[in-house]
């Protein structure tokens, strides 16, 4: 064996002593950075959605937070029997979109004057949130809070909920990127819901 075939083999020994070990090899050099944001705005389905098509969003995953009962399914959640929301995790490369940008995106895809209901949809499961994970997410989300209140002038107050992040539970697989898997039936569901066209009567146009 070569002195360079000796190398390889050693080299690819000890990576592969430290995965068994449990030991998280170093990130490459050129790897994007990522950081993970949570909103809640009724139907993860539409947050799904709304989130995928920021710039700079890496995945989207729907689940649930806010809650008591842990491991929460969708039964129990849609039942209002655990006190979670449906929400979806949302992990972004932050060198390419702020949270700011973030934000802007879920307030423009929620109903932020209906207290524990969005749309068709009714019950504290449904409620609109941002459950922010730093001081800094904090005030990001109050100034942004502040900021459409002054821009908008609703008719009503917002009620959504800025509230500390907590564990949060992955939806079951059925539920993940269920606008792709389903889109006949997702349409449906959106449109029927009034979704759409509640947002056009807040935000206007998209």
């Known amino acids: 064996m070569t002195t360079q075939r000796r190398l390889v083999t050693l080299a690819t020994s000890l990576v592969a002593c430290m995965l068994l070990a449990n030991v998280p090899l170093a990130e490459s050099p050129g790897a994007s950075p990522s950081a993970k944001a949570y909103f809640a705005g009724g139907c993860f389905w539409c947050m799904e959605e709304a989130f995928e098509k920021v710039e700079g969003v890496i995945s989207v995953v729907s689940g649930y937070m806010g809650g008591t009962a842990a491991n929460p399914t969708y039964e129990e959640v849609s039942a209002g029997r655990t006190g979670h929301a449906e929400a979806v995790e949302v992990t972004y490369d932050p060198t390419r979109v702020t949270y700011q940008k973030l934000l802007d995106a879920f307030w423009h895809n929620v109903d932020p004057l209906t207290p524990n209901a969005q749309f068709c949809d009714h019950g504290t499961q449904y409620r609109s949130a941002v459950f922010y994970s730093t001081e ?71």
């Not at 990001?140 to 002038?153: G, I, P, R």
């Not at 539970?169 to 990127?177: G, I, K, N, T, V």
């Open 136 to 206: 800094e997410e904090k005030r990001l989300t109050e100034e942004s809070k502040a900021m459409v209140e002054q821009a908008k002038k609703f008719p009503a107050p917002i009620v959504t909920q800025l509230v500390s992040a907590a564990t949060f539970y992955p939806a079951e697989d059925y539920h993940q990127d269920y606008y792709k898997k389903n889109p006949l039936r997702y349409k449906y569901y959106k449109y029927g819901c009034g979704r759409a066209a509640r947002l056009e009567a807040l935000w206007g146009k998209p």
